[in-house]
């Protein structure tokens, strides 16, 4: 046999100098919930292993990521119901403690990279990411809502904006409104590809944004469909996004892979809370090894063309490869 691939799996040394895909602490972003209050620390029921913050812990917690190599984070607010309505206008007033705690993390923390969530349904009393009238999602009544409230952020000093509501022409409308008003630098990770999926609970409990009526599936991608992920993508990057973003991301994999191989930007994908919590409940009935698992889980997304992974495994693998 002239050709032996064995040859060069032979020992760990070898294994590592031709292995092809790599992943460090530097390609995760850590997705965190904040809640206002001092001295919150309370544990997402179906999300093991993850807290709704208060500021004040909020900046420990950061400090002790950081330590461990993580420079970026993507913060989601958790509303109280009384401070939500139809136009979610909570999202951009001057008493949000979402935006008063971006002006806190950056002055704490200028190195890190912090981006935000926009979309109305964590401010908003129907649970949609648009603005709802008679039981519709209305796509252009809702751009000048997610442009006050992207403006609101980055006067906050939010360094990447992430449009998740999956409105038809939402980035070039955020893109312009930044630019008139002066923040050109701030950028914009788009989620482009962003499936109607099974995989939200958990997240929808942490931020207790699930819809109130109907459901998402008039603006979320269909799970069937891969080529109008590249029609999003496509409308995304003329718009002027800075990232592309994949959500899901393990039933995806061949979406990270098609928007890689198309796009001259960044793609990342999002290791959703669905995802995570399936690995927390395994590894707690000893089904499988945890390590072994986000370890393999965030190579293979890596592997298929992901340059950043939004993961609630950040810390945890941050953790692993510094020991």
């Known amino acids: 046999m002239e050709r032996r691939p064995r040859r060069n799996r032979k020992s760990a040394a070898i294994r590592k100098m031709v292995e092809e895909t790599k992943i460090g602490a530097e390609h995760l972003i850590y997705p965190i919930f904040l809640k206002d209050g001092k ?34 984070f993507d913060m989601f607010p958790a509303v109280e119901d009384t401070l939500k309505d139809t136009i979610a206008s909570y999202s951009y007033s001057e008493e949000n403690f979402y935006l008063k705690a971006i002006y806190q993390i950056k002055k704490e923390f200028p190195e890190i990279s912090l981006m935000s969530d926009v979309a109305m349904d964590p401010y908003s009393s129907d649970g949609h990411d648009g603005f709802v009238a008679d039981g519709k999602i209305l796509n252009d009544k809702t751009l000048p809502i997610l ?12 360094d990447i904006i992430g449009p998740s509501d999956m409105m038809d022409g939402r980035v070039a409308s955020i893109r312009n409104y930044l630019d008139e008003n002066g923040f050109t630098d701030v950028s914009i990770m788009s989620y482009t590809a962003k499936y109607a999926s099974a995989f939200y609970g958990p997240f929808r409990d942490a931020l207790n944004s699930a819809p109130k ?27 002027g996004a800075d990232m592309l973003m994949v959500k899901p991301a393990l039933c995806y994999l061949d979406i990270i892979h098609v928007l890689k191989e198309n796009f001259n930007i960044p793609i990342t994908a999002y290791n959703v809370s669905g995802e995570c919590a399936m690995v927390y409940a395994a590894a707690e009935k000893g089904w499988l090894d945890y390590n072994n698992a986000i370890s393999e889980i965030l190579l293979s997304i890596r592997r298929a063309g ?17 020991n």
């Open 306 to 322: 992901a340059d950043a992974i939004l993961t609630y495994f950040a810390k945890d693998f941050a953790r692993l490869i510094k």
């Open 213 to 239: 009526h109907g459901d998402k599936k008039t603006y979320q991608m269909n799970p069937a469909n891969k080529r109008e992920a590249i029609l999003e993508a496509e409308l995304d990057y003329l718009e």
């Open 147 to 158: 442009n006050k409230m992207a403006l609101a952020q980055a006067q906050a000093g939010i």
């Open 39 to 72: 001295g919150v620390k309370e544990e997402i029921h179906s999300l093991p292993n993850n807290y709704r913050w208060s500021i004040d812990l909020l900046l420990k917690e950061i400090e002790s990521c950081v330590n461990l190599g993580i420079m970026s």
